[in-house]
């Protein structure tokens, strides 16, 4: 087998077809596996101190799954580094000094898992739509992956009219309500995509502004990311329900995307007339549940921490341990939040306490 | 699923009807344990905290001492009896309730009540009081005239945390002072307090209104304000917000006796680090990290391993984590929920993806046991400070060159201090002690002993019983201006 270079081609095949078997899935995944474990000594070491080889790794879900802090302490990457490289960064929603990084060589295996996706959960056969954009693009925020998520879903999916509502000092709000208003009157359906916190930016002040909207038949909203500290943290519940009621858009029509920097694949629900909803993602990415203690896959039916195997992610680890707790569910899984450091429940110090009393 | 329902709490003058109950469910191994807590109104409150001040008054001061010592350990014998009903129970649902290991239960309760047998509970007393007997009435001062201390007539306790039994400390230096004591059930290990309530009350009938034990959800609300307003004194266990959350309602005149979050570490010197030594030392040292999954305040979080030795200090390091293999089969690890194997799990990522920096060539971090083993062992070459790790028997060695550089290790965690165990000779022991002490530290044990302190310690270096009360003194002019008016006076 070829281990010098990544099977990017085959890749590319593989999300281009319609859905895989288990036996596809499991040899592309264990292919990429030997590629990695060839071409990345730290990768290699990793996966040796859980006495996982290329020999005993029998599926995807044998390969160990790297920690996403992993990302933040070394470059994982198999490529040597290239000027034309795209480098995406955590926002460091923990530690601000300390941000992940994810190198892609090539954006054209992102650019095509995005789209294959995205057309299919969020466009739903609507070849394009007019968008607006509640975050900033990507000649603004070059290292945000989300950035370029969305400058893509909009060069690809969005009408020429397209455009995005930020200003220096934040939203856009004067050009949202006019643009919101042009698309009830035109009965267009209009497409809303953005951070969850500029929606509660949004939510906060058409509330306070005493407006509403009735978005045409069809219109959507794509909310991603969580709040971050950036806005008040809403229940998910209230979210959907004023996003519903303040845009008139129907709750099974506001989609939710899960997706990470460390990733190159993301995951969506159907909707969010029922919280939390149900998130799947496409035939390329699979994800299971374990026990973080032991990165061994916890029980049927269980929670655990969310560890996704991504064969798109071809140039720095297909399989990643995330920090998201989450419940098995009909079709795919529950989103649950964060683990967060456990709480001491003796008499003896926890971590969080500590770094909390020695930070200044 | 079996279940096994278990009332909590102890409430004199209350029956269980007239009582709000919730339940705290358990699961472990497909056995359920449901414990009834109670929760009282205010007024409930506020009419129990007046019967057990009254009742203490009128009951529990009226005997001496050694009369409560010799009730304690008629008690305490009792638990020390593995027929007995209450040891039974306790042996059987502890460790349900808490998750850990039946024989580590078993074995550290055993241990543990030993030290409030009569004699230690003397030697406890005679460590506060030069004169036991000022608890009794007034006795001759040095000084001239007479003195006497007398308990708070209403002693409030939060207790906290997943070590067994905990109550017992300061429950018992409550009994001792002669307070009404009332005490407030940890979610975590709601059983034990109330059990040991009742017990002694079987053995002294005469208690039965001088002690209660409530609980309420998290900080407590009205409830928990009506009984604090009414105590003299409070004795509170848990983190600093916690306890600075108690201290917040108490009116300013009440004392309050905090024992906050502490933390633990070790020292072993060369002199203690030949090939005959060194293991047994490093048995010694992982009992102290395997009992109670190092949630006790004195657990250790790291031990400081001399360079210099017969035994190298990553040497060290091998043998306790492979001890702390044995006692995994023995005494297995407490499964832990999502958040603590996240906190864990957190902890080894810290060391094992530590950024390379490049003034470290030659020295190693090294993280011994595999991912999947209920324990770690993180080695590194240089000087740590002292900082907590994920618990549930995660430890660090850190090889140090010279005995003197861990005062300076431990500084920074001054308010955090209390147990060091060494391993020294006497010279390096009694140097050490002195450097340690200066930095914070209250309690030098041996290696094996931290966990496991004495009968009589003072904890987080206070004094348990002192603390506690108020001393009334007559002084000199007050007898001798009443010699004047007795009878026989001409």
């Known amino acids: 087998m070829n281990y010098v270079e990544p099977p990017v081609a085959d890749i590319l095949e593989f999300i281009a077809q319609e859905g895989c078997t288990d036996a596809q899935f499991d040899q592309l995944a264990l292919r990429l596996f030997a590629y990695q474990y060839h071409a990345s000594a730290s990768y290699r070491s990793f996966c040796q101190r859980r006495g996982a080889t290329v020999r005993n790794v029998k599926s995807w879900d044998d390969i160990p799954a790297v920690p996403i802090d992993a990302f933040k302490a070394m470059e994982l990457r198999c490529e040597p580094p290239t000027p034309t490289e795209r480098v995406f960064m955590t926002s460091g929603t923990t530690r601000a000094d300390m941000r992940g990084r994810h190198f892609h060589p090539r954006l054209d295996v992102y650019n095509l898992s995005m789209t294959r996706n995205f057309a299919q959960r969020f466009m739903q056969g609507v070849e394009r739509m007019p968008m607006g954009i509640l975050f900033p693009d990507d000649i603004a925020m070059p290292n945000s992956s989300l950035a370029h998520y969305l400058a893509l879903a909009k060069t690809t999916f969005g009408t020429d009219d397209s455009c995005y509502f930020m200003s220096p000092t934040g939203i856009d709000l004067q050009g949202l309500w006019q643009r919101l208003a042009q698309a009830e009157r035109s009965g267009e359906p ?50 959907y329900l004023a996003l519903s009621e303040l845009l008139g858009v129907p709750r099974d ?108 | ?39 009282l109104s205010p007024s409930q409150m506020d009419a129990l905290a007046k019967r057990v001040r ?38 059987a649902l502890l460790p349900l309730v808490s998750g850990y290991a039946a024989e580590m239960v078993h074995l550290g309760l055993t241990g543990f009540f030993k030290t409030f047998r009569a004699p230690q509970l003397h030697r406890f007393v005679a460590e506060d009081f030069a004169n036991p007997k000022v608890l009794d009435g007034f006795q001759p001062a040095i000084k001239g005239g007479a003195v006497r201390a007398f308990g708070p007539r209403l002693l409030v306790h939060s207790w906290a945390g997943n070590v067994p039994a905990l109550a017992l400390w300061s429950l018992v230096c409550g009994l001792l002072v002669k307070a009404g004591n009332i005490g407030k ?44 307003a009414q105590a003299d004194a409070v004795v509170a266990y848990g983190g600093n917000e916690a306890l600075q959350a108690i201290q917040r309602r108490l009116p300013v005149t009440t004392r309050f006796l905090a024992h906050g979050h502490k933390l633990g570490f070790g020292v072993v ?20 990290v395997m009992r109670y999954d190092q949630q006790g305040c004195y657990s250790p979080q790291i031990f400081y391993v001399q360079r210099g030795g017969q035994i190298a200090p990553r040497e060290f390091a091998g043998y ?171």
């Not at chain 2, 709490?9 to 414990?35: K, M």
């Not at chain 2, 002195?434 to 002993?449: F, H, K, N, P």
């Open chain 1, 190 to 239: 209009y497409a809303l995509l953005g951070a969850s916190y500029s929606f509660v930016h949004v939510i906060d002040a058409l509330r306070k502004a005493g407006r509403s909207f009735r978005l045409p038949a069809g219109s959507r909203i794509l909310d991603t990311g969580g709040y971050k500290g950036q806005s008040r943290e809403l229940p998910l519940e209230a979210f």
């Open chain 1, 253 to 360: 029509l506001c989609i939710n995307m899960y997706g990470m920097t460390e990733l190159s694949t993301q995951f969506y629900d159907d909707g969010n007339a029922v919280v939390p909803s149900v998130k799947s993602g496409p035939h390329w990415i699979r994800s299971r549940l374990v026990d973080p203690a032991t990165g061994r896959t916890v029980p049927a039916g269980e929670r655990g921490i969310l560890a996704h195997c991504d064969l798109g992610n071809f140039n720095s680890v297909n399989t990643i341990l995330t920090e998201d707790v989450g419940e098995p569910a009909e079709g795919g899984f529950l989103l649950l939040g964060r683990a967060e450091g456990a709480q001491a429940k003796g008499c003896s110090l926890a971590v969080e306490e500590f770094i909390r009393s020695v930070a200044p």
């Open chain 2, 1 to 39: 699923m079996s279940v096994i329902r278990v009332e909590a709490g102890y409430l004199p003058g209350l029956s269980s009807s007239d009582v709000q109950w919730r339940t705290l469910p358990f699961d472990r191994d497909g056995q359920r344990v449901e414990v009834a807590v109670p929760e």
């Open chain 2, 54 to 91: 009254d009742a203490s008054a009128r009951t529990l001061r009226t005997l001496s001492v050694s009369d409560i010592i010799d009730i304690i350990d008629r008690a305490v014998s009792r638990l020390l009896d593995r027929d007995d009903a209450y040891r039974r129970q306790i042996d």
């Open chain 2, 185 to 228: 059930l940890p979610s975590a290990e709601p059983l034990f307090a109330g059990w040991f309530a009742r017990l002694l009350v079987e053995v002294h009938p005469p208690l039965a209104d001088c002690l209660a034990v409530v609980w309420w959800r998290g900080a407590g609300g009205e409830g928990a304000d009506a009984l604090y």
């Open chain 2, 269 to 288: 010197s060369a002199a203690a680090l030949d090939a005959l030594k060194a293991p047994a030392l490093a048995r010694r040292a992982a009992w102290d």
């Open chain 2, 320 to 490: 306790l984590a492979s001890e702390l293999a044995n006692l995994q089969r023995r005494y297995p690890r407490r499964p832990l929920d999502l958040a603590e194997s996240t906190a864990v799990a957190k902890w080894r990522q810290s060391i094992e993806w530590k950024p390379s920096t490049p003034h470290r060539q030659g020295r190693e971090d090294l993280l011994i046991g595999d991912p999947v083993a209920a324990w770690s062992v993180a080695y590194t070459d240089d000087m740590q400070a002292l900082a907590p790790t994920a618990l549930q028997r995660s430890i660090v060695v850190a090889g140090i060159d010279a005995l003197d550089d861990v005062a300076p290790a431990v500084a920074a965690s001054a308010v955090f201090l209390q147990t060091a165990g060494i391993a020294a000779t006497p010279r390096e022991l009694y140097r050490l002690a002195e450097q340690l002490g200066a930095a914070g530290v209250t309690r030098v044990s041996a290696i094996g002993s931290m966990s496991a302190p004495e009968a009589g310690w003072h904890h987080d270096g206070r004094f348990n019983l002192l603390d506690l009360v108020r001393m009334t003194e007559i002084e000199h002019s007050a007898e001798a201006a009443a010699d004047p008016f007795a009878p026989y006076e001409l």
